[in-house]
T-cell receptor, first 114, second 111 residues
Framework: DTAVSQTPKYLVTQMGNDKSIKCEQNLGHDTMYWYKQDSKKFLKIMFS???????INETVPNRFSPKSPDKAHLNLHINSLELGDSAVYFC?????????????FGDGTRLSIL | GQQLNQSPQSMFIQEGEDVSMNCTSS?????WLWYKQDPGEGPVLLIALYKAGELTSNGRLTAQFGITRKDSFLNISASIPSDVGIYFC???????????FGQGTRLTINP
């Protein structure tokens, strides 16, 4: 009955590889987000989709490409992984596209680049 | 750049003590949210504040939306071991579509 689920929980890979992280929410929300949490625990938004449409696209390298096949799913593909991509990536969802709606977070994907 | 200043960055307290942390900004916010993150998990919403001056409680937790709309505080009364974690404030800037997060306050409780 997990509300926002991300897979995988851990991802260890070599520099230069391409990887994907998947996210699914069963809350019936229509907005989903990707956040990056660095080693100092600072959380920063990367992307936001509302009803499969991109509404927030922060200054993120083009190597990061989100994809929303439907409003319950938001996946993140990363090309040519770099050392600086090591972080915890969180998916979140909320109802409506207004930023003041409470966001529900997944448990994160810990990405480590060797 | 960073638009929210959260303090303190860390706290070491004895079980049973009260805790207070706050977030300040030079900008005006429409919404303040307080989250807690346990190790290995994602942030969980504790309290949401939507109006200047609003004071809201959730059990032993109390948070307030500052009158100036530029700050918010979170208090925890009679701390217990399960309060350990990282607490984040998050705010929606007036006119913005996204949340910005504070740097977090790491709470450690000595038994």
């Amino acid at each position: 009955d997990t509300a926002v689920s991300q897979t995988p929980k851990y991802l260890v890979t070599q520099m230069g590889n391409d990887k994907s992280i998947k996210c699914e929410q069963n809350l019936g929300h229509d907005t989903m987000y990707w956040y990056k949490q660095d080693s100092k625990k600072f959380l920063k938004i990367m992307f936001s989709y509302n009803n499969k449409e991109l509404i927030i696209n922060e200054t993120v390298p083009n190597r990061f490409s989100p994809k929303s096949p439907d409003k319950a799913h938001l996946n993140l593909h990363i090309n040519s992984l770099e050392l600086g991509d090591s972080a915890v990536y969180f998916c979140a969802s909320s109802q409506g596209d207004r930023a003041n709606q409470p966001q529900h977070f997944g448990d994160g994907t810990r990405l480590s680049i060797l | 750049g960073q638009q929210l200043n959260q303090s303190p960055q860390s706290m070491f307290i004895q079980e049973g003590e009260d805790v207070s942390m706050n977030c300040t900004s030079s900008s005006i916010f429409n919404t303040w949210l307080w989250y807690k993150q346990d190790p290995g998990e994602g942030p969980v919403l504790l309290i949401a504040l939507y109006k200047a001056g609003e004071l809201t409680s959730n059990g032993r937790l109390t948070a307030q939306f500052g009158i100036t709309r530029k700050d918010s505080f979170l208090n925890i009364s009679a701390s217990i071991p399960s309060d350990v974690g990282i607490y984040f404030c998050a705010g929606q800037l007036r006119g913005a579509q996204k949340l910005v997060f504070g740097q977090g306050t790491r709470l450690t409780i000595n038994p």
